[in-house]
Structures are given as structure tokens and as C-alpha cells.
């Protein structure tokens, strides 16, 4: 059997996925390009080696649709040779996508690219439709519950409090600060640039070093409402 070896791994920074988030003038298309491109510049890659490219998405549509990893190959100028195939395991895709890729070497493919991309600024969760939350053919037989709601559920029944939960988020921010500083992520992520070569974002917009408890016990429980309505009264909040 053939063993599959990762030989690089880049992204883009991780922008805000809001209107006013500063990769939102960046297109699926466009952020997947300059991610390839990169690939490509910094291992001197000859394309025609490449026998597939793989990216996970969660909502193929609009922009993100038609086959968002076939178009970023051709905006990358790879070679013509190169496919692209755009897979959805909801929120395992960009995994799936690099566990597919993997499979593909282990079956004799000799190069494959593993991604995923989702720009939620420009194309919304939801967009491409949700029978399985809309539709009481699918959502009653098999409980459905949102990912939120079951979070609190699980915090819930394993015993875990709100300042557990705020007091890990606050660790978590000052640990990525400190990885930014200490230039973790400089061989991973690359900036992201317009057309004139100006720099829409090049680190994590959402860092927030200066979180403490105080100013997270003030913010409401994001899936309260939501656990109401879905007659769960006993969430984590």
C-alpha cells in the first residue's frame, strides 16, 4: 500500500463572516486562487503534477457553487490538466476533503491537493437550504437538534458551568495571541491582497487578547432562544 505524507499546508487568516469583515471584498474564487498560488510559489511546484484538487464546502452555492475548487485551479493558471472536485460533509468538509485527497495518493495518485474554503461574509449558513432543520418529514423522526442547542446539552449533562466554558475562552484567546507573537503561524498563513496589492488582512481578525471574565459574563447565551423554542428549558446558560 502506498503511504500518503503532507508536504506543506498554508491558509488564508480567518476574517470576521460579517458584512464589515475585512476579507468580505474577497471572493471563494479569490481566496482559494491566492492559497493555491501560494502552494505553488514557495515549493517552485510543476502543476502537471498535480492529479486533483479537493475542497471541502458547506454551502456550494453562489459563489461558493459550480465547483469552487475547478475554478480556483483555473484562477491560479495551474496547469490544464488539473481537476478540482468540491465535496460537503458540513462541517467536516475541508477534513473530509483532506482525508479524500490522502486516499486518493494511498490508491496511486501521485500529488493531490487537500482543502476547503467557506467565506461566510459573502455566502451565509443556510443559503443553500436546510431540510433537515426545516423539514418535519426529517427533523421530528430524528430529533433534531442545532449544533448550538446540543452544545449547551452536552455542557449540561456533563457538568460543565458558564465560567468553566468563559474561563477556557479567555485562555484560548491569550494562548493565540502569544502563538501570534512568537511567529507560529508565520510559515502557515499567508496575506490576503487585492488586485493593487494591498493587504486586506494578513493575521486572525478574531483575536481578542483583552477578553476577560467580566466582559464575557455580560454577553447573552447566543442559543437560548433557540433551545426554548425547541422545548430544551434546561440548557447550559
Known amino acids: 500500500m502506498t503511504e500518503a505524507f503532507i508536504y506543506d499546508a498554508v491558509r488564508t487568516p480567518r476574517g470576521k463572516g460579517k458584512k464589515d469583515g475585512s476579507l468580505v471584498e474577497a471572493s471563494p474564487t479569490e481566496l482559494s486562487r491566492q492559497v493555491l498560488s501560494a502552494l505553488r510559489d514557495r515549493n517552485d511546484l510543476d502543476t502537471s503534477l498535480v492529479e486533483d484538487v479537493v475542497f471541502g464546502v458547506v454551502e456550494p452555492v453562489g459563489e461558493q457553487g459550480g465547483n469552487v475548487a475547478r475554478t480556483a485551479v483555473l484562477a491560479a493558471d495551474y496547469d490544464q490538466t488539473v ?68 452544545a449547551d446539552l452536552v455542557a449540561t449533562k456533563y457538568g460543565y458551568s458558564r465560567d468553566d466554558l468563559d474561563s477556557y475562552a479567555v485562555e484560548s484567546q491569550k494562548r493565540a495571541k502569544i502563538a501570534w507573537d512568537e511567529g507560529r503561524f508565520d510559515q502557515a498563513v499567508i496575506p490576503i491582497k487585492d488586485e493593487n496589492g494591498l493587504t486586506y488582512l494578513d493575521h486572525d481578525e478574531f483575536m481578542r487578547p483583552d477578553t476577560d471574565m467580566q466582559s464575557l459574563g455580560g454577553l447573552q447565551p447566543s442559543f437560548q432562544m433557540m433551545g426554548e423554542m425547541a422545548g430544551f428549558s434546561d440548557v447550559a446558560v
Do not use: H, W
Open 83 to 150: 481537476g478540482g472536485m468540491q465535496i460537503n460533509r458540513f462541517c467536516a468538509s475541508g477534513l473530509e476533503a483532506c482525508n479524500t485527497a490522502a486516499a486518493k495518493v494511498i490508491a496511486g495518485a501521485d500529488f493531490v491537493i487537500g482543502g476547503g474554503v467557506e467565506c461566510m461574509s459573502r455566502v451565509t449558513i443556510g443559503d443553500s437550504g436546510m431540510p433537515l432543520a426545516s423539514d418535519p418529514l426529517l427533523s421530528i423522526p430524528t430529533y433534531f437538534v442545532p449544533q448550538g442547542v446540543a
